[in-house]
């Protein structure tokens, strides 16, 4: 299962099904879930979980695969299809059991893969008893490794608490006098992620963009060359935050205006959701993997480009100048954070599930 971020979701399905559900949390290289999600020690999900933190993946597997024979489950949901996904497949084809495929992978995020794991998904995906999609994108993708009808159902990827982001966000809004417009992006500062993008496009619009500030939060291999490029455009109006904790990101996002995200590839980012749930307008590339309300509504006028300058400088530019249309876009984006959150995701997945039990 993936970590942190599903928290809130977690805690859902335990107050439905108790004990009938165990959450596995298998150390890929360098991450320890444990530690991880270490602060959440008072959490319900934590009493039915087992953490798989052994250093070498031989000794982790073993252990994993012992408490599946000693637990015979019913229904297993595996995030993805890393290899261990091959004896999970055996695993229920023997003991008559099911097996549910989480996946989030698009198009672009899938565009890199070997013809050799693409040949692995096609076998994989032919002993899978259903699915749970990110988003209509992970479905389109999804379906160019399995032609046959399976059951499926399209989940989002929000599975935080809306209601309570949104609660603690108001909470930390200052009383602003300022006119400038910030524009706020976050993330791990990789090429993938595009940052230099937005360093582009407000670097072409000049003195146009005297009322925008982009504040860039998150640390990363890209930074130091992204702090290069704004020092030899001049642009005054960047301000990096550097690593921001969790904490903080709520004072970050509670005193923004817009939400930007440039990515060359993603599968839905949990900023998109944070985000949504503090209520800002969201300008995002069309390769982010998100599709949900707010894009069926707003379309163009939150989609662009990613690797189209002008086309970013003008969604800046058109939304900095217009009051009204960030209050529409923000309005709708919280409302569908409010109503496709943690509890809207843990009532779509039990129902999913039960069909298999």
Request: aromatic share 12%; net charge neutral.
């Given at each position: 299962m993936p970590?942190?971020?599903?928290?809130d979701?977690?805690n859902?399905?335990?107050k439905?099904l108790g004990?009938?559900?165990?959450?596995c949390f298998?150390r890929?290289p360098?991450i320890?879930y444990?530690?991880g999600i270490?602060v959440?020690?008072d959490?319900t999900?934590?009493?039915?979980?087992?953490?798989y933190n052994?250093k070498?993946?031989l000794?982790?597997?073993?252990r994993?695969?012992i408490?599946?024979?000693m637990?015979r489950p019913?229904?297993?949901?595996?995030?993805?299809?890393?290899?261990?996904?091959l004896?999970l497949?055996?695993?229920t084809?023997?003991?008559?059991?099911?097996l549910?495929?989480w996946?989030?992978g698009?198009?672009y995020?899938?565009?890199d893969?070997s013809?050799?794991k693409t040949?692995?998904?096609?076998?994989?995906?032919n002993?899978?008893?259903?699915?749970?999609?990110y988003s209509?994108?992970?479905?389109?993708?999804?379906?160019?490794l399995?032609?046959?009808?399976?059951?499926?159902?399209i989940?989002?990827n929000n599975t935080r608490?809306?209601?309570e982001y949104?609660?603690?966000v108001?909470?930390?809004?200052?009383?602003r006098t300022?006119?400038?417009i910030?524009?706020?992006?976050?993330?791990f500062?990789?090429?993938?992620?595009?940052t230099?993008?937005?360093?582009h496009a407000l670097?072409s619009?000049?003195?146009?963009a005297?009322n925008?500030?982009l504040?860039?939060?998150?640390?990363?291999?890209e930074?130091?060359g992204?702090?290069?490029f704004?020092?030899?455009?001049?642009?005054s109006?960047?301000?990096?935050?550097?690593n921001?904790?969790p904490?903080?990101?709520?004072?970050?996002?509670?005193?923004?205006d817009v939400f930007i995200?440039?990515?060359?590839m993603?599968?839905?980012?949990?900023?998109?959701?944070?985000a949504?749930a503090?209520?800002l307008?969201?300008?995002?590339?069309n390769?982010s993997g998100v599709?949900d309300?707010y894009?069926e509504e707003?379309?163009?006028?939150?989609?662009f480009v990613p690797t189209?300058y002008?086309?970013?400088?003008?969604s800046m530019?058109?939304?900095?100048n217009?009051?009204?249309?960030?209050?529409?876009?923000?309005a709708?984006?919280l409302e569908n954070?409010?109503k496709?959150?943690?509890n809207?995701?843990g009532e779509t997945?039990?129902?999913f599930?039960?069909?298999f039990?």
């Amino acid at each position: 299962m993936p970590a942190t971020y599903r928290i809130d979701l977690f805690n859902v399905l335990c107050k439905e099904l108790g004990h009938d559900i165990k959450f596995c949390f298998i150390r890929e290289p360098a991450i320890e879930y444990k530690k991880g999600i270490g602060v959440y020690e008072d959490e319900t999900f934590i009493n039915t979980s087992s953490f798989y933190n052994q250093k070498h993946s031989l000794i982790r597997s073993v252990r994993f695969f012992i408490d599946l024979l000693m637990d015979r489950p019913e229904v297993i949901v595996n995030g993805g299809m890393p290899p261990r996904t091959l004896f999970l497949c055996a695993y229920t084809k023997i003991f008559r059991k099911k097996l549910v495929i989480w996946w989030a992978g698009t198009e672009y995020s899938e565009a890199d893969i070997s013809p050799l794991k693409t040949l692995y998904r096609k076998i994989i995906v032919n002993c899978v008893d259903g699915v749970i999609f990110y988003s209509k994108y992970a479905l389109e993708y999804y379906q160019q490794l399995q032609m046959n009808s399976f059951p499926y159902v399209i989940l989002g990827n929000n599975t935080r608490d809306s209601s309570e982001y949104r609660r603690l966000v108001k909470s930390r809004a200052e009383n602003r006098t300022d006119s400038e417009i910030r524009f706020l992006t976050v993330g791990f500062q990789t090429k993938r992620k595009n940052t230099i993008a937005l360093l582009h496009a407000l670097s072409s619009l000049g003195s146009a963009a005297k009322n925008i500030r982009l504040l860039i939060a998150g640390d990363g291999p890209e930074l130091t060359g992204l702090k290069t490029f704004a020092k030899e455009k001049q642009l005054s109006n960047v301000q990096f935050l550097g690593n921001v904790n969790p904490e903080d990101m709520i004072d970050v996002y509670a005193n923004s205006d817009v939400f930007i995200h440039p990515s060359l590839m993603d599968q839905w980012p949990q900023t998109y959701n944070e985000a949504s749930a503090a209520g800002l307008p969201i300008l995002i590339s069309n390769r982010s993997g998100v599709f949900d309300k707010y894009i069926e509504e707003f379309g163009s006028s939150a989609l662009f480009v990613p690797t189209d300058y002008a086309s970013i400088s003008a969604s800046m530019i058109k939304l900095a100048n217009d009051r009204e249309l960030r209050l529409s876009m923000g309005a709708k984006a919280l409302e569908n954070a409010l109503k496709y959150d943690a509890n809207y995701a843990g009532e779509t997945y039990l129902r999913f599930i039960h069909e298999f039990i």
